[in-house]
């Protein structure tokens, strides 16, 4: 799937959840649609959880 088709989706999932839920809903969709792609990457392979906590507790700049 492409990532403008991806975006598209993506777009109007939250407009759906705004129309039917609300700011609120919106917002909570928005923030499971969000902990979902990171659990995703990680899942995957391609995000490095340990690399991401070291970058959060300042044990490196990049």
């Known amino acids: 799937m492409s990532a403008t ?16 839920f609300g700011f609120w809903g919106f917002l909570l969709v928005a923030l499971f649609m ?6 995703g990457r990680v899942a995957s392979g391609k995000l490095d959880v340990r690399g991401l ?8 700049t990049s």
């Open 5 to 20: 088709i991806s975006g598209a989706l993506i777009g109007a999932v939250l407009a759906f959840a705004a129309l039917v």
């Open 53 to 60: 906590a070291n970058a959060f507790s300042g044990r490196r």
């Open 34 to 39: 969000g902990i979902g792609a990171l659990l």
